[in-house]
């Protein structure tokens, strides 16, 4: 056995404690990379240099591992939101709440499978109830009773976090565009509208785009008919 020198000591890199959240943020990093059908709590522990037994001591299950990559992912949001550059929500309250919820869907768009997870949990996240409490806060520094600000929770619904909750959803190994021209060719004689709707729309922004019809401009579209619609609903006191 050849010794070992004090070269070898030197050039060892020192391991690092394996952690709740280190886990996660390896979960984050993987599905990022290779998609969610790519997570198993054996690739996860590959991903952190372990064995896959030792992952149960910091995540009781995928499950448990789901949950764990949502918060990360809003506490992500947080942190982006809070440095946000926007009026004062006295000064001008749909500004400063668009740039919040703008800046939420940007970190989405850094992990576009994050709403598809966050739709499936069983439980409210605090992370999530602490960014809602923040846009409640914006509400009423803006003006809103807490009645107002109720009703525009409920309307802005998703899009509060940054992004739209699909009516439905295709194939996932179909692209929007040709899941659109699947659709055309089999409904054209039974939907004549519905078909002359999707002949008409154009998707040009994958980039933007977070679901089968969910991209930028359409989102900002929708988001910017309900602050408006709120708007005259706060200045009429209703």
């Not at 890199?13 to 709740?20: F, K, M, T, Y």
């Amino acid at each position: 056995m050849t010794p070992r020198t004090d070269a070898d000591e030197l050039t060892e890199q020192p391991r690092i404690p394996l952690s709740r959240r280190r886990v996660l943020r390896a979960a984050v990093g993987l599905i990022d990379r290779d998609g969610l059908d790519s997570l198993t709590m054996r690739r996860l522990a590959q991903e952190v240099g372990a064995e896959a037994m030792s992952l149960y001591h910091h995540v009781a299950n995928k499950e448990a591992v789901f949950d764990g990559v949502v918060e990360v992912i809003l506490e992500e949001i947080l942190v982006a939101v809070g440095k946000v550059e926007a009026p004062s929500p006295q000064e001008d309250w749909q500004a400063a709440l668009r740039a919040r919820i703008l800046t939420a869907r940007e970190v989405f768009l850094r992990h576009p499978w994050a709403p598809q997870v966050l739709e499936t949990r069983s439980t409210t996240s605090p992370v999530v109830v602490a960014y809602i409490d923040q846009i409640v806060a914006i509400l009423r520094a803006g003006g809103f009773s807490f009645d107002l600000a109720h009703r525009a929770l409920h309307v802005l619904g998703s899009r509060a976090l940054g992004f739209t909750q699909e009516l439905f959803q295709p194939d996932g190994a179909q692209s929007a565009d040709a899941a659109a021209a699947g659709m055309m060719e089999q409904m054209a004689d039974r939907f004549p509208n519905i078909v002359g709707m999707l002949a008409d729309g154009v998707h040009e922004d994958p980039a933007g785009t977070l679901g089968f019809c969910d991209d930028q401009f359409e989102f900002e579209f929708a988001l910017d008919l309900i602050l408006e619609g709120l708007e005259r609903r706060r200045a009429a006191g209703s």
